[in-house]
Every structure is written in C-alpha cells, then in structure tokens.
Nanobody, 126 residues
Framework: QVQLAESGGGLVQPGDSLRLSCAISGRTFSSGQMGWFRQAPGEERKFVAAIRRSGGYTYYTDSVKGRFTISRDGAKNTVYLQMNSLKPEDTAVYYC???????????????????WGQGTQVTVSS
C-alpha cells in the first residue's frame, strides 16, 4: 500500500524559508513523477512543482520559479520542496502527489496523480 506523508509546514514570516518533505512508503520512487500542489481556502488545488524520476526534469508554476526547488533523495525515498523568500500568497495546505506509472503528459493536472498525502499547512504572515 502506497502512502505519502508530508511534513515541514508551519507559521513563518514573509521572506523566511521552509523545507517540506514527502516520505514515500510502500513503493520506491524509481519511475514516474512526483508533484507538489497547494490549496488555499476557497480555492481549487493548484500545481506548484513536479519532478520526473527519469532525467530528473523539474517543473514549476511561474509564481514560485526562482524561489522554490523540488528535489529527491533516493536513499530516503523522499521528495522535498525547498521554499525560500516566502510570501503571504504562498499560504496554503501543501500536498505531495505521486504517479509512478508512465510519464504524464499533463504533469500539472491534479487528477492525473494516483496517490496523495494528507497535506501540511504553510502560513506566511507577519
């Protein structure tokens, strides 16, 4: 049984950094892709970043380019989202997601992912 467990969220001030972790159990991230999405109150879940296992290609939504970095640690079977220069508009519940089979043509589409974590709250406020 595949499970994804996010951690690392919290309350920070604008300009601070956080690193989110997504620990994968039940399957090794040896193929496919992993993504991070976020959902603010009253809004739909939106793409933040993704990484493909093959080639390590990374993808970001425009609003986080240059500030967020997605990466993976194969030994720990964990995917990370390093978030720097956080802004109040980054406030949301952050979810990691996995699609281990094949290569998604729509890597930014939540419905294409098979597994989801429970989410971790990130609040950016002064």
């Amino acid at each position: 049984q595949v499970q994804l467990a996010e951690s690392g969220g919290g309350l920070v001030q604008p300009g601070d950094s956080l690193r989110l972790s997504c620990a994968i159990s039940g399957r090794t991230f040896s193929s496919g892709q992993m993504g991070w999405f976020r959902q603010a109150p009253g809004e739909e879940r939106k793409f933040v970043a993704a990484i493909r296992r093959s080639g390590g290609y990374t993808y970001y939504t425009d609003s986080v380019k240059g500030r967020f970095t997605i990466s993976r640690d194969g030994a720990k079977n964990t995917v990370y989202l390093q978030m720097n220069s956080l802004k109040p508009e980054d406030t949301a519940v952050y979810y990691c997601a996995a699609a281990f089979n094949g290569i998604l043509s729509s890597i930014r589409t939540p419905s294409r992912y098979d597994y989801w974590g429970q989410g971790t709250q990130v609040t950016v406020s002064s």
